[in-house]
């Protein structure tokens, strides 16, 4: 089974600064059709988990430009320029290259 | 837009079986993957099963493998997720996704509760 490990896995930032969400794979993500099926979710206090970014790199739609997502193969990065007060809460990387799908710990965004 | 709401969680005895729906709508449901997966509480997300949109291709993860059964009405726009013999460690929030592979999760999730 594929290991997805997030780091760190709490992260205080003050407001308007920016943050980092590394998530690593013990295995390649590149799908049989050249797709790496690695999405990230943000889940608020209380709430539903939302996702943010799929395949590495496509933003939903009405998710602020401040977040972007990044990396290949067995590293990837979710990144936000500036936090805001609204980002708080727990991102969660989650690999569909490989059954069993999977999710990391979680790295929890608190404002510092 | 793309709407998925869940509904039929419950709180049932250990044992007892439950059947949760997701109502599906803003997209061609017929075409798509469907997905459901669970957070425990206090605990991270788990994938628990995927079914093709003509409900040909299913798998399970081996957690809930024998127990649930997923499976989908096209003609009413929905996806259910049967569970038999439930245990006191399947009480979660249980969500449904589009897709299969790209998570697009957006309801609110129904909460099962397993207690006796």
């Known amino acids: 089974d594929v290991e997805l490990t997030q780091s760190p896995l709490s992260l205080p930032v003050p407001l308007g600064q920016p943050a980092s969400f590394s998530c690593r794979s013990s295995r390649y993500l590149v799908y049989s059709t050249g797709q790496t099926f690695l999405n990230w979710f943000h889940q608020r206090p209380g709430q539903s988990p939302r996702r943010l970014i799929y395949?590495?790199?496509r933003r939903d739609s009405g998710v602020p430009d401040r977040f972007s997502g990044s990396g290949s193969g067995t590293e990837f990065t979710l990144n936000i320029t500036r936090v805001e007060a609204e980002d708080v809460g727990v991102y969660y990387c989650m690999q569909a290259t490989h059954w069993p799908f999977n999710f990391g710990q979680g790295t929890k965004l608190e404002i510092k | 837009q793309v709407q998925l709401v869940e509904s039929g969680g419950d709180l049932v005895k250990p044992g007892e079986s439950l059947r949760l729906a997701c109502a599906a709508s803003g997209f061609s449901f017929s075409d798509s993957y469907m997905s459901w997966f669970r957070q425990a509480p206090g605990k991270g997300l788990e994938y628990l099963s995927y079914i093709s949109g003509g409900g040909s291709d299913i798998i399970y993860a081996d957690s809930v493998k024998g127990r649930f059964t997923i499976s989908r009405d096209n003609a009413k726009n929905s996806l259910y997720l049967h569970i038999r013999n439930l245990r006191a460690e399947d009480t979660a929030v249980y969500y449904c996704a589009r897709s299969a592979r790209l998570g697009d999760l957006r309801g609110q999730g129904t909460l099962v509760t397993v207690s006796s």
């Open positions: 395949e590495v790199f």
